[in-house]
Protein backbone atom coordinates (compact mmCIF):
# COMPACT_ATOMS: atom_id res chain seq x y z
CA UNK A 1 0.00 0.00 0.00
CA UNK A 2 2.66 2.07 0.93
CA UNK A 3 4.99 1.98 -2.10
CA UNK A 4 1.16 2.37 -4.31
CA UNK A 5 0.71 6.08 -2.78
CA UNK A 6 4.24 6.45 -3.44
CA UNK A 7 4.08 5.61 -6.82
CA UNK A 8 1.39 7.56 -7.43
CA UNK A 9 2.61 10.50 -6.17
CA UNK A 10 5.76 10.11 -7.77
CA UNK A 11 3.40 10.19 -10.83
CA UNK A 12 2.16 13.26 -10.05
CA UNK A 13 5.41 14.61 -9.10
CA UNK A 14 6.75 13.72 -12.67
CA UNK A 15 3.79 15.54 -14.14
CA UNK A 16 4.02 18.61 -12.62
CA UNK A 17 7.85 18.68 -13.41
CA UNK A 18 7.00 18.15 -16.90
CA UNK A 19 4.42 20.84 -16.78
CA UNK A 20 6.46 23.17 -14.94
CA UNK A 21 9.52 22.47 -17.18
CA UNK A 22 8.16 22.42 -20.69
CA UNK A 23 8.17 26.16 -20.54
CA UNK A 24 11.58 26.65 -19.54
CA UNK A 25 13.16 27.84 -22.95
CA UNK A 26 16.19 29.94 -23.28
CA UNK A 27 15.84 33.57 -25.20
CA UNK A 28 18.95 32.91 -27.15
CA UNK A 29 20.62 29.48 -27.39
CA UNK A 30 23.87 28.91 -28.38
CA UNK A 31 23.87 24.80 -27.54
CA UNK A 32 21.72 22.04 -28.86
CA UNK A 33 19.94 20.98 -25.41
CA UNK A 34 18.49 23.63 -23.79
CA UNK A 35 17.34 23.80 -19.99
CA UNK A 36 14.40 22.31 -20.51
CA UNK A 37 15.63 18.83 -21.81
CA UNK A 38 17.39 17.63 -18.64
CA UNK A 39 14.08 17.97 -16.12
CA UNK A 40 11.91 16.41 -19.01
CA UNK A 41 14.30 13.38 -19.01
CA UNK A 42 14.37 13.46 -14.92
CA UNK A 43 10.35 13.72 -15.16
CA UNK A 44 10.06 11.07 -17.76
CA UNK A 45 12.53 8.26 -15.27
CA UNK A 46 10.29 9.59 -12.20
CA UNK A 47 7.37 8.81 -14.13
CA UNK A 48 8.99 5.18 -14.94
CA UNK A 49 9.20 4.53 -11.69
CA UNK A 50 6.07 5.36 -10.29
CA UNK A 51 4.32 3.31 -12.74
CA UNK A 52 6.43 0.39 -12.02
CA UNK A 53 5.88 1.14 -7.49
CA UNK A 54 1.74 1.64 -8.23
CA UNK A 55 1.78 -1.64 -10.41
CA UNK A 56 4.23 -3.96 -8.42
CA UNK A 57 4.64 -2.86 -5.49
CA UNK A 58 6.96 -4.70 -2.96
CA UNK A 59 5.69 -7.39 -0.53
CA UNK A 60 5.95 -5.52 2.75
CA UNK A 61 7.54 -1.84 3.94
CA UNK A 62 10.74 -2.29 3.85
CA UNK A 63 11.02 0.98 5.68
CA UNK A 64 13.84 1.64 8.25
CA UNK A 65 12.36 0.55 11.66
CA UNK A 66 9.67 -1.35 9.61
CA UNK A 67 7.27 -2.52 12.11
CA UNK A 68 8.13 0.24 14.75
CA UNK A 69 5.93 3.12 14.83
CA UNK A 70 6.40 6.12 16.99
CA UNK A 71 3.04 7.50 18.58
CA UNK A 72 1.72 10.44 16.74
CA UNK A 73 1.69 12.12 19.91
CA UNK A 74 5.58 12.77 20.13
CA UNK A 75 5.84 12.70 16.34
CA UNK A 76 3.57 15.57 16.15
CA UNK A 77 4.89 17.44 19.17
CA UNK A 78 8.60 17.45 17.80
CA UNK A 79 7.73 18.42 14.53
CA UNK A 80 5.70 21.31 15.76
CA UNK A 81 8.10 22.18 17.73
CA UNK A 82 10.88 22.01 15.34
CA UNK A 83 9.25 24.26 12.81
CA UNK A 84 8.39 26.58 15.71
CA UNK A 85 12.13 26.45 16.25
CA UNK A 86 12.76 27.34 12.64
CA UNK A 87 10.17 30.41 12.45
CA UNK A 88 11.40 31.79 15.69
CA UNK A 89 14.76 31.63 15.94
CA UNK A 90 15.61 35.03 14.47
CA UNK A 91 12.73 36.85 17.00
CA UNK A 92 13.38 35.28 20.16
CA UNK A 93 16.98 34.68 19.24
CA UNK A 94 18.88 31.98 19.51
CA UNK A 95 19.07 31.34 23.44
CA UNK A 96 15.72 31.72 24.13
CA UNK A 97 14.32 29.68 20.88
CA UNK A 98 16.45 26.98 21.89
CA UNK A 99 15.67 26.83 25.53
CA UNK A 100 12.11 27.00 24.44
CA UNK A 101 12.38 23.76 21.91
CA UNK A 102 14.34 21.91 24.16
CA UNK A 103 11.39 21.02 26.44
CA UNK A 104 8.84 19.60 24.45
CA UNK A 105 11.70 17.56 21.68
CA UNK A 106 13.01 16.80 24.94
CA UNK A 107 9.87 15.64 26.22
CA UNK A 108 9.07 13.31 23.35
CA UNK A 109 12.39 11.08 24.27
CA UNK A 110 11.60 10.97 27.72
CA UNK A 111 12.60 14.12 29.88
CA UNK A 112 11.31 15.77 32.89
CA UNK A 113 10.11 19.24 32.05
CA UNK A 114 12.87 20.99 34.74
CA UNK A 115 15.67 19.48 33.82
CA UNK A 116 14.62 20.03 30.43
CA UNK A 117 14.17 23.73 30.76
CA UNK A 118 17.78 23.99 32.84
CA UNK A 119 19.03 21.92 30.03
CA UNK A 120 17.87 24.33 27.30
CA UNK A 121 18.80 27.43 28.66
CA UNK A 122 22.12 25.56 29.02
CA UNK A 123 22.50 24.59 25.78
CA UNK A 124 21.28 27.64 24.59
CA UNK A 125 23.69 30.24 26.66
CA UNK A 126 26.48 27.24 25.96
CA UNK A 127 26.50 26.89 22.36
CA UNK A 128 26.29 30.88 21.89
CA UNK A 129 29.18 31.42 23.54
CA UNK A 130 30.79 28.74 22.19
CA UNK A 131 30.09 29.56 18.39
CA UNK A 132 28.92 33.37 18.35
CA UNK A 133 31.47 34.87 21.05
CA UNK A 134 34.42 32.26 20.32
CA UNK A 135 34.09 30.93 16.94
CA UNK A 136 32.41 34.03 15.57
CA UNK A 137 29.71 32.14 13.99
CA UNK A 138 27.10 35.08 14.30
CA UNK A 139 23.76 34.05 15.84
CA UNK A 140 20.43 35.78 15.95
CA UNK A 141 20.48 37.52 19.73
CA UNK A 142 16.80 38.61 19.16
CA UNK A 143 14.54 39.41 22.22
CA UNK A 144 17.48 38.87 24.65
CA UNK A 145 19.68 41.38 22.07
CA UNK A 146 20.26 44.21 25.16
CA UNK A 147 22.18 41.77 27.08
CA UNK A 148 24.43 39.69 24.47
CA UNK A 149 24.70 42.53 22.54
CA UNK A 150 22.41 43.07 19.29
CA UNK A 151 23.88 42.94 15.73
CA UNK B 1 57.74 15.38 -8.25
CA UNK B 2 57.32 12.03 -7.31
CA UNK B 3 54.45 10.31 -5.16
CA UNK B 4 57.05 10.24 -2.26
CA UNK B 5 57.95 14.04 -2.54
CA UNK B 6 54.09 15.06 -2.67
CA UNK B 7 52.85 12.61 0.04
CA UNK B 8 56.11 14.50 2.55
CA UNK B 9 54.33 17.72 1.14
CA UNK B 10 50.82 16.28 2.41
CA UNK B 11 52.41 15.19 5.54
CA UNK B 12 53.86 19.04 6.27
CA UNK B 13 50.25 20.20 5.74
CA UNK B 14 48.95 17.53 7.77
CA UNK B 15 50.93 17.98 10.97
CA UNK B 16 50.88 22.09 11.29
CA UNK B 17 49.58 22.67 14.37
CA UNK B 18 46.07 24.14 13.68
CA UNK B 19 45.35 20.95 10.99
CA UNK B 20 46.88 18.25 13.83
CA UNK B 21 44.64 20.06 16.38
CA UNK B 22 41.71 20.23 14.10
CA UNK B 23 42.15 16.03 13.45
CA UNK B 24 42.53 15.66 17.11
CA UNK B 25 38.91 17.17 17.68
CA UNK B 26 37.80 15.61 14.52
CA UNK B 27 38.40 12.24 15.05
CA UNK B 28 37.38 12.62 19.02
CA UNK B 29 33.77 14.42 17.81
CA UNK B 30 33.81 11.03 15.02
CA UNK B 31 34.46 8.55 17.32
CA UNK B 32 31.50 9.77 19.32
CA UNK B 33 29.45 10.36 17.08
CA UNK B 34 29.97 7.05 15.17
CA UNK B 35 29.48 5.40 18.99
CA UNK B 36 26.15 7.34 19.09
CA UNK B 37 23.29 4.72 17.82
CA UNK B 38 21.32 6.62 15.00
CA UNK B 39 23.85 9.07 14.15
CA UNK B 40 26.60 8.08 12.04
CA UNK B 41 29.43 9.56 9.71
CA UNK B 42 27.10 11.58 7.30
CA UNK B 43 25.27 13.24 10.53
CA UNK B 44 28.70 13.84 11.49
CA UNK B 45 30.14 14.95 8.47
CA UNK B 46 27.01 17.01 7.66
CA UNK B 47 26.73 18.99 10.96
CA UNK B 48 30.78 19.82 11.43
CA UNK B 49 30.27 21.35 7.15
CA UNK B 50 28.55 24.73 7.26
CA UNK B 51 30.51 25.12 11.11
CA UNK B 52 33.86 24.80 9.64
CA UNK B 53 33.14 27.13 6.52
CA UNK B 54 31.41 29.55 8.91
CA UNK B 55 34.56 29.51 11.29
CA UNK B 56 36.78 30.42 8.29
CA UNK B 57 39.21 27.81 8.03
CA UNK B 58 41.08 27.31 5.19
CA UNK B 59 39.90 24.22 2.80
CA UNK B 60 42.74 22.04 3.48
CA UNK B 61 41.85 22.42 7.57
CA UNK B 62 38.24 22.21 6.72
CA UNK B 63 38.13 18.90 5.21
CA UNK B 64 41.39 17.30 7.46
CA UNK B 65 38.43 18.07 10.05
CA UNK B 66 35.87 16.33 8.09
CA UNK B 67 37.74 13.32 6.98
CA UNK B 68 38.42 13.14 10.66
CA UNK B 69 35.00 13.12 11.77
CA UNK B 70 34.36 9.90 9.02
CA UNK B 71 37.46 7.68 9.87
CA UNK B 72 36.36 8.56 13.59
CA UNK B 73 32.69 7.52 13.00
CA UNK B 74 34.20 3.89 11.56
CA UNK B 75 36.22 3.54 14.74
CA UNK B 76 33.41 4.68 17.04
CA UNK B 77 30.46 2.59 15.53
CA UNK B 78 31.99 -0.22 16.99
CA UNK B 79 31.90 0.75 20.71
CA UNK B 80 28.44 0.73 21.09
CA UNK B 81 27.91 -2.56 18.86
CA UNK B 82 29.79 -4.50 21.18
CA UNK B 83 29.07 -2.77 24.72
CA UNK B 84 25.13 -2.40 23.68
CA UNK B 85 24.44 -4.61 20.53
CA UNK B 86 23.50 -1.93 18.54
CA UNK B 87 25.33 -0.81 15.92
CA UNK B 88 26.79 3.03 16.26
CA UNK B 89 26.71 3.56 12.40
CA UNK B 90 25.79 1.18 9.56
CA UNK B 91 28.82 0.38 9.17
CA UNK B 92 29.38 -1.79 12.53
CA UNK B 93 26.60 -4.29 11.88
CA UNK B 94 28.85 -6.88 11.87
CA UNK B 95 30.87 -6.22 14.38
CA UNK B 96 27.77 -6.38 16.64
CA UNK B 97 27.03 -10.51 15.67
CA UNK B 98 30.17 -11.31 17.57
CA UNK B 99 31.39 -8.15 19.61
CA UNK B 100 28.38 -8.54 21.62
CA UNK B 101 28.45 -12.30 22.78
CA UNK B 102 32.25 -11.70 23.69
CA UNK B 103 31.07 -8.95 25.78
CA UNK B 104 28.41 -10.95 27.54
CA UNK B 105 31.24 -13.57 28.29
CA UNK B 106 33.09 -10.84 30.01
CA UNK B 107 35.81 -10.39 27.44
CA UNK B 108 34.47 -7.04 26.46
CA UNK B 109 37.96 -5.11 26.46
CA UNK B 110 39.55 -7.67 24.41
CA UNK B 111 36.57 -7.09 21.79
CA UNK B 112 37.10 -3.60 21.83
CA UNK B 113 41.05 -3.48 21.64
CA UNK B 114 41.23 -5.84 18.66
CA UNK B 115 38.19 -3.88 17.18
CA UNK B 116 39.99 -0.44 17.24
CA UNK B 117 43.67 -2.62 16.16
CA UNK B 118 42.06 -4.16 13.01
CA UNK B 119 40.53 -0.46 12.27
CA UNK B 120 43.95 0.69 12.54
CA UNK B 121 45.45 -2.16 9.70
CA UNK B 122 42.44 -1.46 7.56
CA UNK B 123 42.71 2.55 7.56
CA UNK B 124 46.74 1.57 7.44
CA UNK B 125 46.35 -1.00 4.46
CA UNK B 126 43.76 1.69 2.50
CA UNK B 127 46.20 4.24 2.77
CA UNK B 128 48.86 2.58 0.79
CA UNK B 129 46.50 1.79 -1.40
CA UNK B 130 45.55 5.31 -1.45
CA UNK B 131 48.67 6.59 -2.36
CA UNK B 132 49.72 3.64 -4.99
CA UNK B 133 46.47 3.86 -6.76
CA UNK B 134 44.89 8.20 -6.66
CA UNK B 135 47.60 9.60 -8.28
CA UNK B 136 48.14 7.20 -11.31
CA UNK B 137 44.19 6.89 -11.57
CA UNK B 138 43.97 10.91 -11.70
CA UNK B 139 46.21 10.48 -14.20
CA UNK B 140 44.46 8.68 -16.55
CA UNK B 141 40.96 10.56 -15.15
CA UNK B 142 42.61 13.61 -16.82
CA UNK B 143 41.74 12.01 -20.48
CA UNK B 144 38.03 11.63 -19.47
CA UNK B 145 35.84 14.16 -21.66
CA UNK B 146 31.98 15.06 -21.11
CA UNK B 147 30.65 11.98 -22.43
CA UNK B 148 32.78 9.62 -19.91
CA UNK B 149 32.16 11.56 -17.07
CA UNK B 150 28.38 11.64 -17.87
CA UNK B 151 28.89 7.83 -18.04
CA UNK B 152 31.14 7.88 -15.08
CA UNK B 153 27.87 9.66 -12.76
CA UNK B 154 25.78 7.02 -14.56
CA UNK B 155 27.87 4.15 -13.53
CA UNK B 156 28.10 5.39 -9.83
CA UNK B 157 24.34 5.95 -9.70
CA UNK B 158 24.20 1.91 -11.01
CA UNK B 159 26.76 0.90 -8.22
CA UNK B 160 24.84 2.46 -5.51
CA UNK B 161 21.19 1.27 -6.86
CA UNK B 162 22.55 -2.42 -7.95
CA UNK B 163 24.11 -2.34 -4.51
CA UNK B 164 21.50 -1.20 -2.00
CA UNK B 165 19.75 -4.25 -2.00
CA UNK B 166 15.92 -5.51 -1.42
CA UNK B 167 13.96 -2.23 -3.56
CA UNK B 168 16.57 -0.94 -6.04
CA UNK B 169 13.60 0.54 -7.75
CA UNK B 170 13.86 2.79 -4.80
CA UNK B 171 16.92 3.70 -5.19
CA UNK B 172 16.53 4.82 -8.70
CA UNK B 173 13.86 7.08 -7.40
CA UNK B 174 15.43 8.48 -4.78
CA UNK B 175 18.61 9.47 -7.22
CA UNK B 176 16.07 11.22 -9.65
CA UNK B 177 14.59 13.27 -6.57
CA UNK B 178 18.32 14.16 -6.01
CA UNK B 179 18.91 15.24 -8.92
CA UNK B 180 15.55 17.00 -9.72
CA UNK B 181 16.54 18.83 -6.67
CA UNK B 182 19.59 20.04 -7.93
CA UNK B 183 17.72 21.26 -11.27
CA UNK B 184 16.17 24.24 -8.63
CA UNK B 185 17.15 27.42 -9.84
CA UNK B 186 19.46 29.85 -11.90
CA UNK B 187 20.46 27.74 -15.16
CA UNK B 188 23.80 28.97 -15.47
CA UNK B 189 24.23 27.96 -19.11
CA UNK B 190 20.93 30.02 -20.70
CA UNK B 191 20.19 32.31 -17.80
CA UNK B 192 16.52 30.57 -17.07
CA UNK B 193 14.93 30.04 -13.46
CA UNK B 194 14.00 26.36 -12.88
CA UNK B 195 11.57 25.53 -10.05
CA UNK B 196 12.07 28.76 -8.33
CA UNK B 197 8.43 29.52 -7.99
CA UNK B 198 9.49 33.27 -8.35
CA UNK B 199 11.04 32.91 -5.01
CA UNK B 200 14.36 34.90 -4.37
CA UNK B 201 15.35 32.02 -1.50
CA UNK B 202 15.40 29.27 -4.28
CA UNK B 203 16.77 31.31 -7.00
CA UNK B 204 20.27 30.63 -6.34
CA UNK B 205 19.18 26.81 -6.06
CA UNK B 206 18.66 24.98 -2.81
CA UNK B 207 21.10 25.45 0.09
CA UNK B 208 22.89 22.10 0.18
CA UNK B 209 23.48 22.13 3.74
CA UNK B 210 19.72 22.62 4.55
CA UNK B 211 19.56 19.43 2.11
CA UNK B 212 21.69 17.33 4.19
CA UNK B 213 20.75 18.30 7.58
CA UNK B 214 17.49 18.30 7.10
CA UNK B 215 17.37 14.93 4.88
CA UNK B 216 20.16 13.17 7.62
CA UNK B 217 19.79 14.44 10.85
CA UNK B 218 16.39 15.99 11.31
CA UNK B 219 14.87 12.64 9.68
CA UNK B 220 17.05 10.38 11.79
CA UNK B 221 15.51 12.75 15.06
CA UNK B 222 11.90 11.48 14.33
CA UNK B 223 13.34 7.59 13.58
CA UNK B 224 14.87 8.06 16.73
CA UNK B 225 11.27 8.59 18.33
CA UNK B 226 9.80 5.04 17.73
CA UNK B 227 13.74 3.71 19.35
CA UNK B 228 14.34 5.73 22.73
CA UNK B 229 12.08 3.30 24.89
CA UNK B 230 14.00 0.07 24.34
CA UNK B 231 17.26 1.29 25.49
CA UNK B 232 19.79 -1.61 26.32
CA UNK B 233 22.04 -0.83 29.38
CA UNK B 234 25.42 -0.96 28.54
CA UNK B 235 27.64 -3.86 29.72
CA UNK B 236 29.80 -2.39 32.61
CA UNK B 237 32.73 -4.52 33.27
CA UNK B 238 34.68 -4.49 30.18
CA UNK B 239 37.40 -7.51 31.59
CA UNK B 240 40.65 -7.47 30.43
CA UNK B 241 41.58 -4.43 28.22
CA UNK B 242 43.85 -5.29 25.75
CA UNK B 243 44.24 -8.01 23.28
CA UNK B 244 47.24 -10.79 24.27
CA UNK B 245 49.64 -12.13 21.32
CA UNK B 246 47.92 -15.35 20.85
CA UNK B 247 44.82 -13.14 19.90
CA UNK B 248 46.46 -10.84 17.72
CA UNK B 249 48.30 -13.81 16.06
CA UNK B 250 44.86 -15.69 15.48
CA UNK B 251 42.90 -12.62 13.87
CA UNK B 252 46.32 -10.98 11.98
CA UNK B 253 45.51 -12.50 8.44
CA UNK B 254 42.08 -12.65 8.20
CA UNK B 255 42.67 -8.90 9.33
CA UNK B 256 44.68 -8.32 6.35
CA UNK B 257 42.60 -10.38 3.76
CA UNK B 258 39.73 -7.79 5.02
CA UNK B 259 41.62 -5.01 4.73
CA UNK B 260 42.16 -5.26 0.74
CA UNK B 261 38.47 -6.50 0.48
CA UNK B 262 37.50 -3.14 2.25
CA UNK B 263 39.52 -1.17 0.03
CA UNK B 264 38.41 -2.77 -3.53
CA UNK B 265 35.02 -2.11 -2.26
CA UNK B 266 35.62 1.52 -0.89
CA UNK B 267 36.68 2.32 -4.17
CA UNK B 268 33.60 1.14 -6.35
CA UNK B 269 31.57 4.12 -6.56
CA UNK B 270 28.57 3.68 -4.54
CA UNK B 271 29.26 0.58 -2.54
CA UNK B 272 30.17 1.68 1.02
CA UNK B 273 31.25 0.65 4.18
CA UNK B 274 28.34 -1.73 4.83
CA UNK B 275 28.37 -3.89 2.30
CA UNK B 276 32.45 -4.29 3.30
CA UNK B 277 32.18 -5.59 6.35
CA UNK B 278 29.00 -7.95 5.24
CA UNK B 279 31.34 -9.30 2.83
CA UNK B 280 34.43 -9.43 4.88
CA UNK B 281 32.12 -11.32 8.09
CA UNK B 282 30.47 -13.58 5.53
CA UNK B 283 34.14 -14.30 3.95
CA UNK B 284 35.29 -14.90 6.98
CA UNK B 285 33.04 -17.48 8.45
CA UNK B 286 33.37 -19.00 5.42
CA UNK B 287 36.92 -19.38 5.19
CA UNK B 288 37.49 -20.21 9.77
CA UNK B 289 34.64 -21.40 11.06
CA UNK B 290 35.42 -24.96 11.00
CA UNK B 291 34.24 -25.26 14.74
CA UNK B 292 30.89 -23.29 14.33
CA UNK B 293 32.07 -20.54 16.73
CA UNK B 294 31.23 -17.39 15.02
CA UNK B 295 28.00 -15.47 15.82
CA UNK B 296 28.60 -17.08 19.79
CA UNK B 297 32.16 -14.05 20.05
CA UNK B 298 34.75 -15.26 17.88
CA UNK B 299 37.34 -12.78 18.14
CA UNK B 300 38.49 -13.10 14.62
CA UNK B 301 34.23 -12.48 13.48
CA UNK B 302 35.18 -8.45 15.66
CA UNK B 303 38.36 -8.04 13.30
CA UNK B 304 37.32 -9.27 10.17
CA UNK B 305 34.63 -6.55 9.50
CA UNK B 306 35.76 -3.71 11.68
CA UNK B 307 39.34 -4.07 9.50
CA UNK B 308 36.73 -3.67 6.05
CA UNK B 309 34.61 -1.44 7.22
CA UNK B 310 37.43 0.98 7.99
CA UNK B 311 39.51 0.35 5.18
CA UNK B 312 36.23 0.91 2.77
CA UNK B 313 36.08 4.20 4.22
CA UNK B 314 39.01 5.10 3.62
CA UNK B 315 38.80 3.74 0.24
CA UNK B 316 35.81 5.54 -0.12
CA UNK B 317 37.88 8.69 -1.03
CA UNK B 318 39.73 7.42 -4.15
CA UNK B 319 36.88 8.06 -6.65
CA UNK B 320 35.88 11.30 -4.65
CA UNK B 321 39.79 12.54 -4.96
CA UNK B 322 40.33 11.34 -8.47
CA UNK B 323 37.41 11.66 -10.54
CA UNK B 324 35.60 14.07 -8.77
CA UNK B 325 32.69 11.38 -8.24
CA UNK B 326 31.61 10.16 -4.73
CA UNK B 327 31.90 7.00 -3.64
CA UNK B 328 29.80 7.59 -0.60
CA UNK B 329 27.02 9.37 0.78
CA UNK B 330 29.78 10.88 3.26
CA UNK B 331 31.98 11.52 0.42
CA UNK B 332 28.93 12.95 -1.52
CA UNK B 333 28.70 15.59 1.22
CA UNK B 334 32.40 16.12 1.31
CA UNK B 335 32.03 17.25 -2.22
CA UNK B 336 29.28 20.01 -1.36
CA UNK B 337 31.62 21.00 1.23
CA UNK B 338 34.24 21.31 -1.29
CA UNK B 339 31.82 23.47 -3.39
CA UNK B 340 31.30 25.77 -0.40
CA UNK B 341 35.15 26.81 -1.14
CA UNK B 342 34.42 26.57 -5.03
CA UNK B 343 36.38 23.76 -5.45
CA UNK B 344 35.23 20.95 -7.79
CA UNK B 345 37.02 17.93 -6.82
CA UNK B 346 38.47 15.44 -9.77
CA UNK B 347 41.84 14.60 -11.35
CA UNK B 348 42.77 18.20 -11.98
CA UNK B 349 42.96 18.86 -8.55
CA UNK B 350 45.79 16.49 -8.25
CA UNK B 351 47.95 19.14 -10.24
CA UNK B 352 45.91 22.18 -9.16
CA UNK B 353 46.04 22.05 -5.14
CA UNK B 354 48.99 18.97 -4.42
CA UNK B 355 48.58 20.74 -0.94
CA UNK B 356 45.25 20.42 -0.56
CA UNK B 357 44.81 16.59 -2.21
CA UNK B 358 48.31 15.16 -0.45
CA UNK B 359 47.27 17.17 2.82
CA UNK B 360 44.01 15.45 3.56
CA UNK B 361 45.71 11.66 2.38
CA UNK B 362 48.43 12.25 5.04
CA UNK B 363 45.95 13.72 7.33
CA UNK B 364 43.96 9.87 6.92
CA UNK B 365 47.66 8.38 7.82
CA UNK B 366 47.64 10.73 10.75
CA UNK B 367 44.55 10.51 12.31
CA UNK B 368 44.21 7.11 11.94
CA UNK B 369 47.25 6.86 15.27
CA UNK B 370 45.43 9.44 16.99
CA UNK B 371 42.11 7.66 16.59
CA UNK B 372 44.37 4.33 17.63
CA UNK B 373 45.83 6.11 20.79
CA UNK B 374 42.62 7.67 21.65
CA UNK B 375 40.26 4.17 21.29
CA UNK B 376 42.40 1.84 23.35
CA UNK B 377 43.85 3.46 26.37
CA UNK B 378 41.27 6.07 26.49
CA UNK B 379 38.11 3.79 25.28
CA UNK B 380 36.61 4.37 29.35
CA UNK B 381 36.16 7.98 28.55
CA UNK B 382 33.92 6.95 25.04
CA UNK B 383 32.55 4.02 26.91
CA UNK B 384 30.53 6.68 29.73
CA UNK B 385 29.54 9.06 26.88
CA UNK B 386 26.85 6.05 25.92
CA UNK B 387 25.30 6.78 29.46
CA UNK B 388 24.15 10.18 27.83
CA UNK B 389 20.41 10.51 27.60
CA UNK B 390 18.47 11.31 23.93
CA UNK B 391 16.44 13.89 26.40
CA UNK B 392 19.57 15.72 26.31
CA UNK B 393 21.40 15.04 23.30
CA UNK B 394 18.63 15.19 20.47
CA UNK B 395 18.20 18.91 21.31
CA UNK B 396 21.64 19.51 21.20
CA UNK B 397 22.24 18.10 17.91
CA UNK B 398 18.88 19.83 16.70
CA UNK B 399 20.33 23.00 17.62
CA UNK B 400 24.27 22.41 16.66
CA UNK B 401 22.18 21.68 12.76
CA UNK B 402 20.08 24.46 13.29
CA UNK B 403 23.51 27.05 13.81
CA UNK B 404 25.21 25.54 10.83
CA UNK B 405 22.26 26.08 8.86
CA UNK B 406 22.11 29.50 9.98
CA UNK B 407 25.75 29.85 9.67
CA UNK B 408 25.79 30.03 5.71
CA UNK B 409 23.07 32.53 4.54
CA UNK B 410 21.23 33.69 7.99
CA UNK B 411 17.71 33.33 6.59
CA UNK B 412 14.70 31.61 8.36
CA UNK B 413 13.59 30.21 5.12
CA UNK B 414 16.72 28.13 5.30
CA UNK B 415 15.69 26.66 8.74
CA UNK B 416 11.69 25.89 7.83
CA UNK B 417 13.43 23.99 4.53
CA UNK B 418 15.84 22.22 6.68
CA UNK B 419 12.31 21.19 8.80
CA UNK B 420 9.94 20.36 5.99
CA UNK B 421 12.99 18.13 3.95
CA UNK B 422 13.65 16.45 7.59
CA UNK B 423 9.69 15.41 7.67
CA UNK B 424 10.09 14.75 3.37
CA UNK B 425 13.20 12.78 4.51
CA UNK B 426 11.89 10.75 7.22
CA UNK B 427 8.39 9.63 5.19
CA UNK B 428 10.57 8.84 2.68
CA UNK B 429 12.50 6.67 4.80
CA UNK B 430 9.71 5.11 6.48
CA UNK B 431 9.06 4.22 3.11
CA UNK B 432 11.68 2.93 2.28
CA UNK B 433 13.61 4.83 -0.18
CA UNK B 434 17.61 5.08 1.09
CA UNK B 435 18.72 8.59 1.47
CA UNK B 436 22.20 8.23 0.00
CA UNK B 437 21.27 8.07 -3.53
CA UNK B 438 19.45 11.12 -3.27
CA UNK B 439 22.37 13.12 -1.78
CA UNK B 440 24.30 11.82 -4.58
CA UNK B 441 21.90 12.67 -7.02
CA UNK B 442 22.00 16.40 -5.50
CA UNK B 443 25.32 16.46 -5.27
CA UNK B 444 26.00 15.30 -8.99
CA UNK B 445 23.05 16.54 -10.83
CA UNK B 446 24.73 19.88 -11.63
CA UNK B 447 27.65 18.55 -12.98
CA UNK B 448 26.18 15.66 -14.66
CA UNK B 449 23.48 17.91 -16.73
CA UNK B 450 26.55 19.92 -17.39
CA UNK B 451 28.35 17.12 -18.50
CA UNK B 452 25.74 16.10 -20.74
CA UNK B 453 24.85 18.86 -22.55
CA UNK B 454 28.56 20.00 -22.75
CA UNK B 455 28.56 16.00 -25.10
CA UNK B 456 25.62 16.88 -27.19
CA UNK B 457 27.27 20.84 -28.15
CA UNK B 458 30.35 19.09 -29.36
CA UNK B 459 27.93 16.47 -31.80
CA UNK B 460 25.52 19.08 -32.44
CA UNK B 461 22.90 17.15 -30.51
CA UNK B 462 24.19 13.91 -32.01
CA UNK B 463 23.42 10.96 -29.40
CA UNK B 464 26.38 8.33 -30.59
CA UNK B 465 29.10 11.05 -28.76
CA UNK B 466 27.44 9.32 -25.54
CA UNK B 467 28.81 5.88 -26.27
CA UNK B 468 32.10 6.99 -28.77
CA UNK B 469 35.03 6.13 -27.02
CA UNK B 470 36.16 3.00 -25.36
CA UNK B 471 36.13 4.06 -22.13
CA UNK B 472 32.45 4.74 -22.36
CA UNK B 473 31.41 1.88 -23.57
CA UNK B 474 32.75 -0.05 -21.05
CA UNK B 475 31.45 1.79 -18.46
CA UNK B 476 28.02 1.55 -19.81
CA UNK B 477 28.54 -2.10 -19.57
CA UNK B 478 29.69 -1.83 -16.18
CA UNK B 479 25.98 0.11 -15.94
CA UNK B 480 24.37 -2.51 -17.22
CA UNK B 481 26.09 -5.27 -15.20
CA UNK B 482 25.39 -3.54 -12.06
CA UNK B 483 21.98 -3.27 -12.53
CA UNK B 484 21.86 -6.93 -13.86
CA UNK B 485 23.68 -9.02 -11.70
CA UNK B 486 22.57 -8.23 -8.36
CA UNK B 487 19.02 -9.20 -8.93
CA UNK B 488 19.53 -12.00 -11.17
CA UNK B 489 22.08 -13.19 -8.17
CA UNK B 490 19.32 -12.99 -5.80
CA UNK B 491 16.93 -14.61 -7.55
CA UNK B 492 18.99 -17.91 -8.68
CA UNK B 493 22.23 -17.47 -6.31
CA UNK B 494 22.80 -19.22 -3.03
CA UNK B 495 20.58 -17.12 -0.03
CA UNK B 496 21.85 -14.64 1.78
CA UNK B 497 21.57 -12.41 4.27
CA UNK B 498 20.57 -8.59 2.50
CA UNK B 499 22.82 -5.94 3.42
CA UNK B 500 21.22 -3.04 4.81
CA UNK B 501 21.28 0.51 3.37
CA UNK B 502 24.52 1.81 3.13
CA UNK B 503 26.05 4.56 4.76
Keep these: ?151 | MNTLEHLLQGFGVALAPVNLLLGLIGSFIGTVVGMLPGLGPINGVAILMPLAFALKLPPESALILLTAVYIGCEFGGRISSILINVPGDAGAIMTAVDGYPMAVKGQAGVALSISAWSSFIGSFVAFVGIVIAAPWLAQWALAFGPAEYFALMCFAFACITGLMGDAPMKAVLAAVLGLALSTVGLDSNSGVYRFTFDSVHLSDGIQFVAVVIGLFSVSEILLMLEQHLGQVPAIRSLGRNMFNRAEMALTWWGTVRSSVLGFFVGVLPGAGATIASAMAYTMEKRLCDTEGTFGKGDIRGVAAPEAANNSSANGSFVPMLTLGVPGSGTTAVMVGALSLYNITPGPALFTQQPALVWGLIASMAVCNVLLLIMNIPMIGIFTRMLALPNWILVPGILAISAVGVYAIHATTFDLVLMVALGVVGYLLRKAGVPMAPLILGFVLGDMMEQNLRRALSITNGELSILWGSPISVGLWVGVAAMLLVPPLYRRFGPRRPAAVAAD
Design chain 1, 1 to 151: MVDRILGLLCLALAAAMAWAAHGYAAEISYEPVGPRAFPTLLAAVLALVGLWLAVRPGRAVAGEGAGAHAAWLPLGLTVGAMLAYALLFQWLGFVLATALMTVPVGRSFGGRPLPLLATGLGLGLGLFFLFDKVFDVILPTGLLSFVLGGR
